[in-house]
Nanobody
Framework: QLQLVESGGDLVQPGGSLRLSCAASGFNLDYYAIGWFRQAPGKEREGVSCISPSGGSTNYGDSVKGRFTISRDNAKTTVYLQMNSLKLEDTAVYYC????????????????????WGQGTQVTVSS
C-alpha cells in the first residue's frame, strides 16, 4: 500500500533552518513527481515546492524561493525539503504528496494534480 510519511517538523526560531523528510513506501519513487504543500490555520493549502520524477526539474512558491531547496534520493525512497532563513509566516503543517508521472520532466504546484498525501508534519517558527 502506497504511503507517505513526513518527519522533521519542529519549533524553530526565526532565521533558523529545518530539513523535512518524506519517506515513501509501497511504490517506486522513480515514477512519481513529489510535492510539498503547507497549510496554516485559517488558510488554504498552498504549494511550496515540487520535484519531477528524475529530479531534473523543480518548482518553488514565490514566498520560499531562495530559501527552500527540494531534493530526492530515489534509492532511499525519500524526498527532502531543506528550509533556511525561516520566517514566522512559514509556520504551518507541511504535507508531502505524490502523483504518478513516469518519464515526466516537470512538476506542478497545483494541489488537484496530486493523488497521494501524507499526514503532515508541524513546523512552528517562533521567537
Amino acid at each position: 500500500q502506497l504511503q507517505l510519511v513526513e518527519s522533521g517538523g519542529d519549533l524553530v526560531q526565526p532565521g533558523g533552518s529545518l530539513r523535512l523528510s518524506c519517506a515513501a513506501s509501497g511504490f517506486n519513487l522513480d515514477y512519481y513527481a513529489i510535492g510539498w504543500f503547507r497549510q496554516a490555520p485559517g488558510k488554504e493549502r498552498e504549494g511550496v515546492s515540487c520535484i519531477s520524477p528524475s529530479g531534473g526539474s523543480t518548482n518553488y512558491g514565490d514566498s520560499v524561493k531562495g530559501r527552500f531547496t527540494i531534493s530526492r534520493d530515489n534509492a532511499k525512497t525519500t524526498v527532502y525539503l531543506q528550509m533556511n532563513s525561516l520566517k514566522l509566516e512559514d509556520t504551518a503543517v507541511y504535507y508531502c504528496t505524490a502523483v504518478w508521472r513516469p518519464g515526466s520532466g516537470i512538476c506542478t504546484l497545483v494541489r488537484g494534480h496530486y493523488t497521494f498525501w501524507g499526514q503532515g508534519t508541524q513546523v512552528t517558527v517562533s521567537s
